[in-house]
């Protein structure tokens, strides 16, 4: 497998867990904004998280594996790549394309083309914005190269490049105008925001607290760890690992019980904008407490307790949580069922709640 090729496989394996981290954050921006999360935006998130990803390994990619490395000199004269291109003088498209100074420097310009576009569908901004962001990330990459990765090497391991800088920033600007151009934004003056939640939206919310979980338990771990080596003086070997289970899935846990027994709505529930609210009567905490206990307390048992079948009944419980999704009221599923509770969209102050005469955007 060629440099080029592991570099792509990198940005793209690490990109896509870094938009699978991001889903809760894009949800809760977007259901806020416009009441949905299309194919369009998930998309979106997908590749801009690649991309970004893709601009830190094809620029610091292969790291040395030890310090036997040669150190690389400065490029600090303006224009100085250039000069390689334009002393052979008028080239053909041929002749261009198998130029090693041209073709690096036209690839310097397509590798910051992208960011117009992901900066127009993200950010809503046009060329200013773009250029500048263009700029300071470029900014950020040859920084990184010029400081061996912030002094984790002792000397440059790749070129600073000034020139680098100007062409990357020049690509910046081109997808800017370019994303100007192709990319037309239409936003209606006031949005209809919808009335009913979709089964989409609902299994968003799942994938959310599914995420949550699962990183802030990874999170949580590493912090435990740190914490029993380098402020207890324990081998990594030595840590208990039944407590790590319990901190693992014990502090998610709790941030999701806070939430459930406060506030009545789980982390997804809050990224897709609904709540609970009790279906007749007014008796609210045992509620709650049912919904918690039946929810994310099931789930996260489950994941903890290791006996036989109990990963058939972790996926058991997935599949009675999506399918009791599909046949209840709103999608409110198993544990707003049992618990007396359905489920609203948070309509606030700062948005409109549709009328009944008003089209309703699904």
């Not at 962001?133 to 950020?140: F, P, Q, T």
């Not at 459930?260 to 709505?265: A, E, I, N, Q």
């Amino acid at each position: 497998m060629s440099q080029q090729v592991f570099n792509g496989l990198i940005a793209t394996v690490v990109g896509l867990v870094v938009a699978i981290l991001l889903l809760a954050p894009t949800a809760a921006v977007q259901y806020r904004r416009d009441g949905r999360l299309g194919p369009l935006d998930v998309v979106t998130l997908i590749g801009a998280a690649v991309y970004g990803l893709a601009l830190w390994t094809y620029t610091l990619l292969p790291f040395p594996i030890d310090n036997t490395f040669a150190c690389r000199a400065r490029q600090l004269e303006v224009l100085g790549s250039f000069r390689p291109v334009l002393e052979q003088g008028l080239l053909g498209p041929s002749q261009l394309l198998h130029n090693v100074a041209f073709m690096q420097l036209a690839l310097n310009v397509l590798l910051f083309v992208p960011l117009g576009f992901f900066v127009r569908l993200v950010l809503h901004r046009g060329v200013v914005v773009t250029t500048i962001l263009g700029c300071a990330i470029s900014l950020a990459i040859e920084t990184t190269q010029l400081t061996g990765v912030w002094h984790l090497y002792h000397c440059a391991y790749r070129v600073f490049d000034v020139d680098d800088l100007l062409v990357n920033t020049a690509g910046a600007f081109v997808g800017g105008v370019l994303a100007r151009v192709l990319i037309k934004r239409h936003r209606p003056a006031k949005i209809v925001l919808p009335t009913t939640i979709s089964l989409g939206r609902r299994w968003v919310g799942f994938l959310s607290d599914a995420v949550f979980i699962g990183a802030t338990g990874v999170a949580a771990i590493i912090a435990w760890r740190g914490y029993s080596v380098y402020g207890q003086g324990l081998h990594w070997n030595e840590v208990d690992p039944t407590m790590t289970t319990v901190v693992q899935l014990g502090v998610p846990l709790a941030v999701e019980a806070l939430l459930v027994l406060v506030t009545g709505r789980t982390v997804g529930e809050w990224a897709i904008d609904v709540r609970s609210v009790p279906h007749g009567g007014s008796a609210t905490f045992p509620r709650r407490l049912v919904k918690l206990v039946l929810g994310v307390g099931a789930f996260t048992t489950v994941l903890a307790l290791t006996f036989p079948g109990s990963t058939w009944v972790l996926l058991g419980i997935i599949l009675v949580t999506l399918a009791a999704s599909l046949r209840t009221t709103e999608h409110r599923g198993l544990t707003h069922w049992a618990a007396g509770m359905d489920l609203v969209i948070d309509f606030d102050a700062g948005r409109t709640q549709p009328s009944g005469d008003e089209p309703v955007s699904r």
